[in-house]
């Protein structure tokens, strides 16, 4: 039998599955196959189990990641906004969003606002049985963030999700309550285990820089903000501010509401290159050092639409005649909030 790497104990299944988070899924694949099929029905960590899953469902590759304190979140997902809102749609959010987990698209973003839960409920039914294999991203309302409201309000989003911890919690946009006060519960929720990391959402510079004067506001791990081709104030001094402090930027409205699917020289473009405008859109985001898109999972079309972009590599010549359509901004401006 041939040598296996140093860096891994001996063949197994074990090894295939860290060669999985190593080096992504195809080598994991190849390293399962060489070792034998026997390696497979050994498997009993839970690494492990990520590999087999991948392989039996026929994932695709791992999709770019960015980094956070306690390790990664990928840079492409899945919005749930306006899902939750009708029984009569739950079978197909439900479908959407694990078609996304299977063609690799494991970030989802959800709220307690969206849908007055439902969107939570409907996450959970689709990452039920799989949710080793999903970043989950929750956010609590304004209102429900005090030391004591934040904690009850996760502990809530938690039942509907199934789940015993989010991987990132976020305040959904700035209220009355102090920050100080919700940076506390965030912290509580982070040492009991109810939380990975927490951050915020729709916050300007000047509103980060308040939280960094905290104590423990440094923790914060991400910024959701709406981002997009059409819309790029955040570059003025928000992204440089977050790059700076190794804060993960989520952008939300990624492709502009659909706005930007309408633009003319977008949609010229697009067809130059054989690709659609928000694989294009979506493609330019993920260029982006430190930025996450997360467009919403409306459709399995524009599931399968969405994913393609992760593929899409965009030539200098395409990036700067997106400059030249969508200029970055000259000056300080409001942040844009939906």
């Given at each position: 039998m041939e040598e296996t790497p140093s860096a891994y104990c001996k063949p197994c299944a074990h090894c295939a599955a860290r060669l999985a988070y190593d080096c992504g899924i195809v080598i994991a694949i190849q390293a399962i196959h060489q070792r034998g099929v026997w390696a497979i029905h050994k498997a009993a960590s839970r690494r492990c189990?990520?590999?087999?899953?991948?392989?039996?469902?026929?994932?695709?590759?791992?999709?770019?990641?960015?980094?956070?304190?306690?390790?990664?979140?990928?840079?492409?997902?899945?919005?749930?906004?306006?899902?939750?809102?009708?029984?009569?749609?739950?079978?197909?959010?439900?479908?959407?969003?694990?078609?996304?987990?299977?063609?690799?698209?494991?970030?989802?973003?959800?709220?307690?606002?969206?849908?007055?839960?439902?969107?939570?409920?409907?996450?959970?039914?689709?990452?039920?049985?799989?949710?080793?294999?999903?970043?989950?991203?929750?956010?609590?309302?304004?209102?429900?963030?005090?030391?004591?409201?934040?904690?009850?309000?996760?502990?809530?989003?938690?039942?509907?999700?199934?789940?015993?911890?989010?991987?990132?919690?976020?305040?959904?946009?700035?209220?009355?309550?102090?920050?100080?006060?919700?940076?506390?519960?965030?912290?509580?929720?982070?040492?009991?285990?109810?939380?990975?990391?927490?951050?915020?959402?729709?916050?300007?510079?000047?509103?980060?820089?308040?939280?960094?004067?905290?104590?423990?506001?440094?923790?914060?791990?991400?910024?959701?903000?709406?981002?997009?081709?059409?819309?790029?104030?955040?570059?003025?001094?928000?992204?440089?501010?977050?790059?700076?402090?190794?804060?993960?930027?989520m952008a939300y409205s990624p492709v502009g509401r659909g706005r930007l699917l309408r633009d003319r020289s977008l949609q010229a473009l697009a067809g130059e290159i054989g690709r659609s405008p928000a694989q294009i859109a979506l493609a330019w985001l993920l260029e982006q050092r430190g930025v996450s898109a997360i467009p919403k999972a409306a459709s399995d079309a524009h599931v399968r639409d969405n994913r393609a972009a992760a593929d899409v590599r965009l030539p200098v010549s395409v990036l700067e005649q997106l400059e030249r359509a969508f200029p970055a901004p000259s000056g300080p401006t409001s942040l844009a909030i939906l």
């Open positions: 189990t990520h590999a087999v899953q991948a392989i039996d469902n026929n994932m695709a590759p791992t999709l770019p990641s960015i980094p956070l304190a306690s390790g990664s979140m990928p840079a492409l997902g899945l919005g749930t906004w306006m899902m939750g809102e009708h029984r009569r749609d739950r079978k197909k959010e439900v479908a959407t969003i694990a078609l996304g987990l299977d063609l690799g698209m494991t970030l989802i973003d959800t709220a307690e606002m969206y849908g007055d839960g439902g969107a939570e409920e409907v996450v959970g039914e689709a990452i039920a049985g799989r949710r080793e294999q999903v970043f989950v991203v929750s956010k609590v309302y304004p209102h429900h963030a005090s030391r004591r409201g934040a904690v009850a309000a996760c502990k809530r989003s938690l039942k509907r999700l199934g789940t015993d911890h989010l991987d990132l919690y976020l305040l959904h946009w700035r209220g009355d309550i102090p920050l100080a006060e919700t940076v506390d519960a965030f912290e509580s929720l982070r040492r009991d285990g109810n939380i990975r990391e927490w951050g915020v959402s729709n916050f300007d510079c000047a509103d980060m820089e308040e939280l960094f004067a905290l104590p423990s506001g440094a923790r914060c791990a991400a910024n959701q903000v709406m981002y997009n081709l059409g819309c790029r104030g955040v570059e003025w001094d928000l992204l440089p501010f977050c790059r700076k402090h190794r804060v993960a930027v």
